[in-house]
């Protein structure tokens, strides 16, 4: 794989939607700044909210670029900060990630040079101390965050390996898997072709990759991010009831949904799965005796946590319908394990 030097390092842009994450945003933007890429290399952009905390004395600390996003959602902000970005590859993460290695951006630009059929670079979620063992349990074990997603998700397949790269793929006939977020890396010019600095939502510009013939994406073997979704079981509640109000008001602008597109289960099957024993301690216990890990168990009360904050931001969005700022207004407090601290 290509050894990149300050003479011949492609420029990468790193995104982040921001609102009030004082609290986690040095232990990511930190993360960034120990990669072994060339540091004038890459960008960091930020689009933020219009915090009211620390955020953007934090992100000026570590030379950020923070451009003030008054779009409804993170979606928006992602399309504003797209706009400005000046990088050849395109890198995602939310304030809620600690990229894992210092290598990810060397490895994943490296990767997708010597790959060009490849859509992008998807980022493994390894636990951290960090976290406590419930997040642990939806960004490792379930890798997608939410019992309901991870249910009707298609498994992909391995493809190939070529040393710390893998390539991967879904099955035939079907796109239902959410790419795109969390550490993913882009190229700018697929990026570009996707028209994504105008419809930008992080699952859609892959899933019209796909579409478009690149059904392939990489992996970087055990490196990715660790992604600090929430602590708690009360917390994800609150965050599925966000993202479930971030879904609705996404579907009124567009149609194109990877859960459209013949997933595993459908949508009703996975909501009622989640609220029976049977189906929920299955799968807990069957993780448990393949991985010997006993965070499996928090599966038992995640699932119907996960239709109680669905059902809840369903209501919540027909209610407070007419605002326009619901999205943020209803974004629940992330800290680390530890309080906060590196």
């Keep these: ?94 304030a809620d990630n600690e ?9 994943a630009v490296g990767a997708l040079d010597a790959n060009p059929q ?8 390894p636990p951290s101390q960090k976290m406590s063992s419930f997040c642990a349990y939806l960004t490792h074990l379930l890798h997608i965050s939410d019992p309901i997603a991870w249910l009707m998700s298609a498994n992909p397949r391995l493809v190939g390996r070529d040393g710390l790269v893998e390539r991967w793929t879904l099955p035939r006939g079907t796109y239902a898997y959410p790419l795109g977020a969390n550490g993913f890396v882009f190229r700018r010019a697929d990026l570009e072709f996707a ?53 609705l008001r996404v579907r009124q602008e567009t149609r194109t949904h990877w859960m459209r597109e013949k997933p595993a289960v459908p949508l009703w099957l996975a909501g009622l799965y989640c609220v029976t024993v049977v189906g929920p301690l299955f799968h807990a216990f069957r993780g448990l005796a393949r991985d010997r890990d006993w965070r499996w168990l928090w599966h038992l009360p995640a699932c119907p946590a996960s239709v109680v904050g669905d059902a809840w931001g369903v209501w919540t969005c027909k209610i407070r319908r007419n605002d326009p700022k619901l999205v943020a207004a209803l974004k629940p407090e992330q800290r680390l394990k530890d309080g906060g601290s590196n």
């Excluded at 992100?59 to 990088?87: C, F, I, P, T």
């Excluded at 490849?118 to 979620?125: I, M, N, Q, R, S």
């Excluded at 992996?219 to 992604?227: A, C, E, K, L, Q």
Aim: glycine fraction near 6%; charge should be positive.
């Design 195 to 247: 028209r994504a600095a105008d419809h930008f939502q992080d699952t859609h510009v892959a899933l019209h990759l796909m579409r478009a013939g690149k059904r392939e994406w990489l992996r970087i073997s055990g490196r990715g991010v660790h992604h600090y979704y929430v602590q708690t079981l009360c917390g994800f509640v609150q965050k599925r009831r966000r993202a479930t109000v971030h879904f």
């Design 118 to 125: 490849a859509l992008g670079v998807e980022g493994y979620y």
């Design 1 to 94: 794989m290509k050894s990149f030097t300050q003479n011949n390092a492609p420029r990468v842009s790193v995104i982040l939607p921001t609102l009030n994450v004082a609290s986690l945003l040095d232990n990511c933007l930190a993360s960034i700044a120990r990669q072994t890429y060339p540091r004038d290399r890459i960008q960091i952009i930020l689009a933020d909210a219009h915090s009211t905390d620390a955020t953007r004395d934090i992100a000026k600390k570590y030379g950020a670029v923070v451009l003030d996003d008054d779009g409804k959602n993170m979606e928006e902000g992602k399309r504003l900060a797209l706009r400005h970005s000046q990088g050849d590859y395109i890198l995602f993460v939310d």
């Design 99 to 107: 990229i894992t290695h210092p290598d990810y951006i060397e490895l």
